[in-house]
């Protein structure tokens, strides 16, 4: 596609609810990044795929948080057992070129995950 | 670890005015530098970078030079536009080049 993808655009879950994000990165993207942006704050690094392997996952915030990207193209976050903490809005980003770094990243709009 | 720091907002300005967005960075080397724009309703968009000491990203009217003695990257236009209204992100590039690293982010209002 032309852009980054993201759905749902909003989702509002119960806590202790599992939830699923979905991100479709950018035809032909190599690397696939995902970011968490809580109100008020910059977007703070959770995950990062190049093709299907997960390179870096240093950023998800407990064993909860879970991602995939099995067939190198859509990727999945998944959130186990919603806390009121995991509120806010979700970032994916991919990227054409590992080599290119930051300068080629492409953001999408996000998903706003609120937990009630 | 890494860091960035930037100004706290919301700056406030008449259209026409200049604009400073003071950003100062901690990383291990020398990491590549951003500006990172959020429009309201949608994503992040590369607004401009620097990969080295005294490169100067511009964009769109926008300027920033990096500092390596100060170790700053301070966002900068001559004359801003009320369409220029935004949150602006300050990030650095980790040296595993796998994640960029944001400030918190300054909101910007442009009134005619």
């Known amino acids: 596609g032309a852009g980054v993808s993201q759905s749902p655009r909003y989702k509002v879950a119960k806590r202790g609810q599992d939830v699923a994000l979905r991100c479709d990165p950018i035809s032909g993207h190599v690397s696939l990044f995902w970011y968490q942006q809580a109100l008020g704050q910059g977007p703070e690094f959770l995950t990062y795929?190049?093709?299907?392997?997960?390179?870096?996952k240093s950023g998800l915030p407990s064993d909860r948080f879970f991602a995939e990207r099995p067939e190198g193209s859509v990727s999945t976050l998944k959130i186990q057992r919603t806390q009121q903490e995991d509120s806010a809005v979700y970032l994916c980003?991919?990227?054409?070129?590992?080599?290119?770094?930051?300068?080629?990243?492409?953001f999408g709009s996000g998903t706003r995950l609120t937990v009630v | 670890g890494d860091s960035v720091t930037q100004m706290e907002g919301p700056v406030t300005l008449s259209e026409e005015a200049f604009l400073t967005i003071n950003c100062t960075y901690t990383a291990t080397g020398y990491p590549s530098l951003f500006w990172y724009v959020q429009y309201p309703g949608e994503g992040l968009q590369l607004l401009l970078k620097?990969?080295?000491?005294?490169d100067k990203g511009s964009n769109k009217g926008f300027e920033a030079t990096y500092r390596k003695e100060t170790t700053s990257f301070h966002l900068e236009k001559g004359s801003v536009q009320v369409s220029d209204s935004a949150v602006y992100f300050c990030a650095l590039l980790n040296q595993a080049g796998t994640a960029l690293i944001f400030g918190k982010g300054t909101t910007l209002s442009v009134s005619s």
């Open positions: 620097a990969t080295k000491a005294d």
């Open positions: 980003a991919s990227s054409l070129d590992p080599r290119q770094g930051a300068r080629g990243y492409t």
């Open positions: 795929f190049q093709n299907e392997a997960q390179l870096d």
